[in-house]
């Protein structure tokens, strides 16, 4: 099993709509997550931070963690074909020594159709 | 500031040959990760140096090996190339290498291995 599972998509939502990415981890001891925005062609971007349960707002995008459940989302209000990329969600593994490592998951393809 | 830098872009190598590449992090940054992306495995971390030590590294061959500079330039280098080893490797730097700092991504290195 992957340590970080996604959706690889694509997912398709019409302009103005909101959409909703999801991703799953393994490991519980894992204390925070990223989501990553990646256009095509271009390296990954930092989105979102978040390390406590709960809600965390940016702008249009919102993060939600839920440790009991290993369940990591994010929200995209008002979706614009510009946020049509690949969001990577990646969670911090800390391991202590030689093994902390920020693992990604493959990635969900978000469409935004105008 | 000037942002992550690597070079080159682009590489063609034959099986069996070796190739290194190089990255510049942000002025001040002193973490420097390295990671390989392609298609089917996604982003996949290699290691992270600090302080010109490997302080973290992932589940690559010893093939792959790197190493970092006094000024956190670093370098990446990959031995006996397979055609496996076919893939974008992005560098990214922060400033301490903490878990809940931004990591900025370079624009990569794309290796393609004939």
């Known amino acids: 099993q992957k340590e970080v599972e996604q959706n690889s998509g694509p997912l398709s939502v019409p302009e103005g709509a909101i959409a909703s990415l999801n991703c799953t981890y393994s490991d519980r001891g894992s204390q925070s997550f990223f989501w990553y925005r990646q256009y095509s062609g271009k390296s990954p971007e930092l989105i979102m931070f978040?390390?406590?349960?709960g809600d965390k707002e940016d702008g249009r995008f919102t993060a939600q963690l839920n440790k009991a459940s290993q369940y990591v989302s994010l929200l995209i209000r008002d979706s614009q074909p510009s946020d049509s990329a690949t969001y990577l969600c990646?969670?911090?593994?800390?391991?202590?020594?030689?093994?902390?490592?920020?693992?990604f998951g493959t990635g969900t393809l978000l469409a935004v159709q105008p | 500031k000037a942002g992550v830098t690597q070079t080159p872009r682009y590489l063609i190598k034959t099986r069996g040959q070796q190739v290194t590449l190089s990255c510049s992090p942000i002025?001040?940054?002193?973490?420097v990760s390295w990671y390989q992306q392609t298609p089917g495995q996604g982003l996949q971390f290699l290691f992270e140096?600090?302080?010109?030590?490997?302080?973290n590294k992932g589940n690559f061959p010893g093939r792959f090996s790197g190493r970092q500079f006094s000024n956190s330039r670093s370098e990446m280098n990959v031995s006996t190339l397979e055609l496996g080893d076919s893939a974008l490797y992005l560098c990214?730097?922060?400033?301490?290498?903490?878990?809940?700092?931004?990591?900025?991504f370079g624009p990569g290195t794309r290796l393609l291995v004939l």
């Open positions: 002025s001040g940054h002193r973490s």
């Open positions: 990214a730097s922060s400033l301490m290498g903490d878990p809940q700092e931004t990591q900025y």
């Open positions: 978040i390390y406590s349960n």
């Open positions: 140096y600090f302080s010109e030590t490997q302080r």
């Open positions: 990646a969670e911090y593994m800390n391991y202590g020594g030689a093994t902390n490592k920020l693992i």
